[in-house]
């Protein structure tokens, strides 16, 4: 997918595809046969119960047949990221040397695109070994705004990816996130409060604090992933391209009243644009709005083409 003897940089042909910088240099370890088995039948048990451990999850390995250990599934859960949902102390992997922040959602009412958004990391098994991949969601639409592919549990993709949607979209009023060590790492808190964002983080164990991020994972790996073992990377960016276009535009959600992310999101910015635009009727003088005549109207137009490109 990267070539390196094109004279297009590196860095763009990675920006262009949307992965991280360090995968076009990653040399892959080999995963044994039985142990990528594990790991997808692994990830399947944590997203039909996510408060099981190793523990748990090696007894219900070992129940279909799998002689596996508690050690080599902790080892596995550790390697796809991956942990219990329950509520236990240091829980969270944070570096002991990042700033945690509260979890600012409690009772909040979320009804309008941009209010919050919420990001994580999943990992999507292929063929032959895994990568990770990053999302960031609109928490009033469930629309999904950017994600990226990595090779490697790293800050950089995650950085790509928050600063490509903020400078796409306008920054919303919250992001919310796990405490996890990328999502408190120096860099990317200090990037959310270069624009002004607040910070908001789920408490130690509250898996249901975000709780819709982890529902679209079950969307993503039940009608997509699972569906397909990907050969390559490549063919992994093409096959959830694919899928979350059809999430966004197509998919209608319950939650929803049946529409689609992609509607609910431009409706609620369409309505405010629209309110917005009346009260500055309001507000100025008829004399003036005669002057601005259609200009005002035609601006409209353009932002809401430009937000939803």
């Known amino acids: ?168 979209y306008a920054p919303p009023e919250i992001f919310n996130t796990d405490q996890g060590c990328q999502f408190t790492s120096q860099e990317f808190t200090g990037l959310l409060t270069h624009h002004g964002i607040q910070i908001s983080m789920d408490g130690k164990g509250c898996w249901r604090d975000n709780v819709f991020v982890e529902r679209l994972w079950r969307s993503i790996k039940y009608e997509e992933v699972y569906l397909h073992a990907y050969e390559t990377i490549g063919a992994a960016h093409q096959g959830l391209e694919r899928y979350l276009t059809f999430y966004n535009q197509a998919r209608p959600h319950q939650a929803l009243d049946g529409q689609t992310p992609a509607q609910v999101y431009s409706g609620n910015l369409t309505t405010r644009l629209t309110a917005a635009w009346s009260a500055t009727r309001q507000l100025f003088p008829l004399d003036l709005q005669d002057a601005l005549g259609h200009q005002v109207p035609h601006l409209q137009h353009h932002r809401v083409q430009r937000l939803f490109a």
């Open 1 to 168: 997918m990267i070539d390196h003897t094109h004279p297009l940089p590196v860095r763009r042909q990675c920006q262009l595809l949307k992965l991280a910088r360090s995968t076009a240099y990653y040399q892959p370890t080999p995963v044994s046969e039985t142990a990528r088995a594990l790991m997808r039948r692994i990830d399947e048990l944590h997203l039909q119960y996510p408060f099981a451990g190793a523990r748990m999850l090696r007894d219900l390995l070992r129940h279909e047949g799998h002689a596996v250990g508690r050690r080599h599934v902790a080892t596995l859960m550790r390697r796809m990221g991956i942990e219990a949902l329950y509520r236990k102390p240091s829980l969270s992997r944070r570096h002991l040397g990042h700033q945690s922040y509260l979890y600012l959602l409690r009772d909040l009412a979320i009804s309008r695109s941009n209010h919050v958004w919420a990001a994580d990391i999943t990992y999507i098994p292929m063929r032959r070994g895994f990568v990770y991949f990053f999302a960031v969601l609109d928490r009033a639409s469930r629309r999904v705004l950017v994600w990226r592919f990595s090779n490697a549990l790293t800050t950089d993709f995650c950085l790509d990816a928050v600063q490509e949607v903020v400078n796409r």
